[in-house]
């Protein structure tokens, strides 16, 4: 995804999100060394407790200005 954003536009800002920590450790060694897109290990379906931690995430606060409209 990132690779298809970035070629479009460069400065576009991409974050993941997975559960699974192998593939979470997978792609931040992917995406070493490109400020643009990062990821974070998180369970998006525990609606209840995940996306307020997922959000309040400096790794995803990097990644998306929740200031802009």
Known sequence: M????Q???????V?????D???TAHSTA???????AA????DLRQ???QPASI????TIRTMIDFSRR
Request: avoid cysteine; hydrophobic fraction near 50%.
């Open 2 to 5: 990132h690779e298809v954003a």
């Open 7 to 13: 070629q479009a536009n460069p400065a576009a800002r």
């Open 15 to 19: 974050p993941y999100v997975d559960i």
């Open 21 to 23: 920590p192998v593939a």
């Open 30 to 36: 992917i995406l070493a060394g490109n400020d643009n």
């Open 39 to 42: 990821v974070i290990e998180a």
């Open 47 to 49: 609606p209840a407790s």
């Open 55 to 58: 959000l309040a995430s400096d």
